[in-house]
């Protein structure tokens, strides 16, 4: 059974950064692509970026450089998203999810979400 | 980036009705169109992919639709569990964006 557990709740202050993590199980994750989305509640989802775990081979939506960076920890089959210089509106929940190719790339299998607050 | 409007926002319906949800995409994006259900407080569920292709598990009466820059989710035979906000995503181009979601309420 394919299951992304992610960290929880964070509260950080302006100017901060905070490291999200999303631990994965049930398939071959060293192998497999992640991305990760952002949603502010009440409000549609951002894509953020994906990465493969076989290289570590990024690519980000051009909104969040700079301000997201996506890594991996292929011996413990997680991985990770660093969120730097926070500001208010940052303060969102974060998404990561497995990305399958059926042809068409899908995201089949999502983290129950982090909430990030960024307050002073 | 390709937009992707989608419509309604917000849908009333009542139990055992068919309803139809629209996403129209800024550019042809060749099928490649999912959809997403997803429950207050939890995260994104894949029903459709590749336009209309049916992820395992998913009920039936969930189908998907389309071509170019026209596509629709129908739900046939409402029941009170696909109370949800659903939001179509297409992944033809990076960026990779999303409609801004249709919330659905059961009568």
């Known amino acids: 059974q394919v299951k992304l557990q992610q960290s929880g709740a964070e509260l950080v202050k302006p100017g901060a950064s905070v490291k999200l993590s999303c631990k994965t199980s049930?398939?071959?994750?060293?192998?497999?692509?992640m991305s990760w989305f952002k949603q502010i509640p009440g409000q549609s989802i951002e894509w953020i970026g994906m990465?493969?775990?076989?290289?570590?081979?990024?690519g980000y939506n051009q909104k969040f450089k700079g301000k997201a960076t996506l890594t991996v920890d292929t011996s413990s089959s997680t991985a990770y998203m660093d969120l730097s210089s926070l500001t208010t509106e940052d303060s969102a929940v974060y998404f990561c999810?497995?990305?399958?190719?059926?042809?068409?790339?899908?995201?089949?299998?999502w983290g129950q979400g982090a909430s990030v607050t960024v307050s002073s | 980036d390709i937009q992707m409007t989608q419509s309604p926002a917000s849908l009333s319906a009542s139990l055992g009705e068919t309803v139809s949800i629209e996403c129209l995409a800024s550019?042809?994006?060749?099928?490649?169109l999912a959809w997403y259900q997803q429950k207050p407080g939890k995260s994104p569920q894949l029903l459709i992919y590749?336009?209309?292709s049916l992820q395992d598990g998913v009920p039936s009466r969930f189908s998907g639709s389309g071509s170019g820059t026209q596509y629709s989710l129908k739900i046939n035979s409402l029941e009170s569990e696909d109370a949800a906000t659903y939001f179509c995503?297409?992944?033809?181009?990076?960026?990779?964006?999303f409609g801004g979601g249709t919330k659905l309420e059961l009568k």
């Open positions: 999810a497995r990305i399958e190719n059926y042809g068409s790339y899908v995201m089949d299998a």
């Open positions: 990465i493969y775990a076989g290289d570590g081979g990024t």
């Open positions: 550019e042809d994006i060749y099928n490649n």
């Open positions: 995503l297409q992944d033809s181009e990076y960026p990779w964006t």
């Open positions: 049930g398939y071959t994750f060293s192998t497999s692509y």
């Open positions: 590749y336009a209309s």
